[in-house]
């Protein structure tokens, strides 16, 4: 089985007006593929008033593909594309909680957490709360870690990423606005000629 072939992770990526209902709208086209999101996140855009969103499945390349352009179709959207992990540079935010009583008692946790590049946002007399970015290994390390020690509550944000091999989406909109606008319609030179046209 080759490459394209296998499921992988896919990182869409979908410039878009902001208008309300076309998060429903684009979800439905998941939905009615029977496809889920493993991540879903929505953003503003390098461009005012242009947003972006950035979804995450697991799927066949050739769905994929599929799928990217049946979003496009979508009257708001302004482009779409779709990546690999390979093709994208990207993180996710986790934040955990923890007792303060036992980040105070066991220093090892303290060593533990600074290993894995975590930091204390808020600390609390009954409970402190890190904060890590990376990838999801990473973050769902930590999780395993931290539940020996009672971890109480535990949340991941949802992936960002920036593709790798593009110029950003602010360079192709300056391409669509220099683009001429087409010619007009040339009539069939064919039209009123029938009869000469399909006389063999």
């Given at each position: 089985?080759s490459?394209a072939?296998?499921k992988?992770?896919?990182?869409i990526?979908i410039?878009?007006?902001?208008q309300?209902?076309?998060?429903?709208r684009?979800?439905?086209?998941?939905?009615?593929?029977k496809?889920?999101i493993d991540?879903?996140n929505?953003?503003p855009s390098e461009i005012d008033?242009?947003h972006?969103f950035?979804?995450?499945?697991?799927?066949?390349e050739e769905v994929?593909?599929k799928l990217t352009?049946?979003?496009?179709k979508?009257v708001e959207?302004?482009k779409?594309?779709?990546?690999?992990?390979e093709?994208v540079?990207?993180?996710e935010l986790?934040l955990?909680?923890?007792?303060t009583d036992?980040?105070?008692?066991?220093v090892?946790?303290?060593r533990?957490?600074?290993?894995?590049?975590a930091r204390?946002?808020?600390?609390r007399?009954?409970?402190?709360v890190f904060?890590?970015?990376?990838?999801?290994?990473?973050?769902?390390n930590?999780i395993?870690?931290?539940q020996?020690?009672g971890l109480i509550?535990?949340?991941?944000?949802?992936?960002?990423a920036?593709?790798?091999?593009?110029?950003?989406?602010?360079s192709?909109?300056?391409?669509?606005?220099r683009?001429?606008?087409?010619e007009?319609?040339?009539?069939?030179?064919?039209l009123?000629q029938?009869?000469?046209v399909?006389t063999?």
């Amino acid at each position: 089985m080759s490459e394209a072939e296998k499921k992988q992770e896919f990182n869409i990526t979908i410039y878009t007006e902001n208008q309300i209902g076309l998060l429903s709208r684009i979800a439905i086209i998941f939905t009615r593929r029977k496809i889920n999101i493993d991540s879903l996140n929505t953003s503003p855009s390098e461009i005012d008033s242009i947003h972006r969103f950035n979804i995450v499945i697991n799927e066949y390349e050739e769905v994929v593909r599929k799928l990217t352009r049946q979003i496009e179709k979508q009257v708001e959207v302004l482009k779409a594309y779709y990546h690999t992990n390979e093709d994208v540079i990207w993180q996710e935010l986790a934040l955990y909680k923890v007792s303060t009583d036992v980040i105070a008692e066991k220093v090892s946790v303290e060593r533990l957490l600074r290993e894995n590049g975590a930091r204390a946002v808020v600390i609390r007399k009954d409970y402190t709360v890190f904060e890590t970015t990376g990838h999801r290994e990473e973050t769902d390390n930590l999780i395993n870690i931290l539940q020996p020690y009672g971890l109480i509550e535990f949340v991941r944000s949802a992936r960002v990423a920036i593709i790798k091999d593009s110029e950003g989406f602010n360079s192709k909109l300056r391409e669509f606005e220099r683009l001429e606008p087409g010619e007009e319609v040339i009539e069939n030179e064919y039209l009123n000629q029938g009869e000469k046209v399909f006389t063999m």
